[in-house]
């Protein structure tokens, strides 16, 4: 069976064969509810290098190598990338404030986008299918049709996520399996999810499935020994592939680059190496 179309092949020696756990992140994997998040991140550490005038390259440049410093740190926990802005503050000559002061700082406006599109899914305004990636819940559907668990594994808040899950109608695909820091606690690493999943499982690394949208959950699905599927997700209503999103997740070590499910059924059947 050929590789589908709409699937890119990163690595032709990519294993194929029977898989028994699937690690999804969830944020631009599963969800887009926190669609631009990324930009909103970016424009509040800009506001605090301008309130101490350590804004010293043209100010596209600066967002510019602001947005690689959040990008390099994508699903980690979010308190993650603000002890890095609180280096990046100090390099320049400033004076930082607590991570934990940026990272409320950076919720409230983030929150403040993603509480609209909780009150439109909760009244009935938006549906689930216009908040996921496209197709996600017949890739869940498909998954478990093989005797798969899928696992969530975030770098946001378990509490977000959890509510997230619910109103987007992923909870019959992995209730009891999601996986998020709790009140942002950076200790939190999703190479622990992927270990006790793998463990409490009794399955080797080989038979690991993962799909990530960022760096770190294809880093570590690649470290644990399996597959990484590479989610270049665009925004919600858009089609295509996300350029940037690529070219990282291809850096990162991503086995398959896809932009969506739509082609899940003919994908799980190549990655199992069905006739």
């Keep these: 069976m050929p590789l589908p179309a709409g699937v890119e092949l990163v690595n032709p020696n990519v294993r194929r064969g029977p898989f028994r756990a699937a690690v999804f992140d969830f944020d631009g994997t599963l969800s887009l509810i926190r669609e631009g998040w990324p930009q909103i991140m970016v424009d509040r550490m800009l506001a605090h290098l301008r309130e101490q005038n350590l804004v010293r390259e043209p100010e596209p440049a600066c967002a510019a190598h602001l947005r690689a410093l959040v990008m390099a740190l994508n699903g980690h926990p979010t308190l993650k990338q ?7 503050v100090r390099a320049r000559g400033g004076a930082p404030a607590d991570p934990e002061a940026y990272l ?7 929150m403040a986008v993603v509480r609209e599109r909780w009150a439109a899914l909760e009244a009935g305004t938006a549906s689930a299918e216009e908040w996921v990636v496209p197709h996600a819940h017949a890739a869940l559907a498909l998954l478990q049709a093989r005797g798969l668990q899928p696992v969530v594994a975030s770098g946001t808040d378990l509490a977000h996520v959890s509510r997230e899950v619910d109103l987007l109608k992923l909870s019959p695909f992995v209730s009891g399996r999601v996986f998020a820091p709790k009140d942002n606690d950076a200790t939190f690493r999703k190479r622990d999810v992927i270990a006790r999943t793998l463990e409490s499982g009794r399955v080797p690394g080989t038979e690991l499935l ?9 880093q570590e699905v690649k470290r644990a020994g399996g597959v990484a599927a590479g989610v270049a997700s665009v925004p919600a209503g858009a089609r295509g ?3 940037g999103k690529r070219e990282a997740l291809i850096a990162a070590g991503a086995d398959l680059i896809v932009s969506d499910y739509e082609r899940a059924a003919h994908l799980l059947a190549w990655l199992w190496g069905e006739p």
């Design 104 to 110: 409320r700082d950076y919720l409230d406006a983030l």
């Design 210 to 218: 993962g799909f990530g949208d960022g760096v770190v959950e294809t």
């Design 82 to 88: 603000m002890e890095r802005f609180v280096e990046e």
């Design 241 to 243: 592939t996300h350029a």
